[in-house]
């Protein structure tokens, strides 16, 4: 690895990549909404958080609690929609959106970096063998790391070969080259 220093040639003793992890391995898928993902979760939150603070104050200045119940039960019902379904559905559909994949050869293991309800990153760690392609295509699952839905845009993979490793395309069982030689042998007879 050579960088330039005002025109001088400097050359680095290191041997990783600068997407090498010392403990995940190395970097093989980077998404490219993981910045909007965390964004709009933390507004939904914190609008969330804002919308409890302010309903007693809504509620005293409005006069709300003098109508009658039924009224009463629309308001809060409506605020309980916007302050507690619209975090925990954003959530749920984007729980298994992976920001970063990162693969090691010599275990065959992957490390997939998640957000979490509270935002922060979640690892989860499985082997190739654990990947299961789902049998009729989902809204936001590309695979099942063993339970676990996860949702990857295969063109954003540097290399597709990662991809296919991953998939487990490249140990296809449809296809093996003895199996085109022994048709072959069957035709000639």
């Known amino acids: 690895q050579v960088t330039s220093f005002q025109g001088v040639a400097v050359r680095s003793l290191s041997t990783s990549s600068p997407h090498d992890h ?17 964004g709009v979760k933390f507004f939904s939150y914190s609008t969330s958080i804002f919308n409890l603070f302010m309903m007693p104050y809504i509620m005293l200045k409005s006069g709300i609690g003098v109508e009658s119940l039924l009224v009463q039960a629309a308001f809060y019902g409506l605020m309980g929609i916007f302050t507690f379904v619209t975090p925990i559905t954003l959530h749920i559909l984007t729980k298994g959106y992976v920001i970063r994949l990162y693969y090691k050869d010599e275990a065959d293991t992957y490390t997939a970096i998640t957000y979490n309800a ?3 990153e979640k690892v989860t760690v499985f082997h190739q063998k654990d990947v299961k392609i789902p049998d009729i295509t989902k809204m936001f699952t590309t695979f099942y790391a063993k339970t676990k839905s996860m949702l990857v845009n ?8 990662d991809y296919n490793h ?13 199996d085109l030689e022994e048709v072959k042998e069957a035709d000639k007879r």
């Open 22 to 38: 010392p403990e995940h391995g190395r970097l093989v898928y980077k998404g490219n909404l993981a910045k909007t993902v965390l």
């Open 118 to 120: 509270i935002l922060a």
């Open 154 to 161: 295969p063109t954003l993979f540097p290399n597709p070969q």
């Open 166 to 178: 991953l998939m487990g395309y490249d140990k296809s069982s449809f296809f093996k080259f003895e």
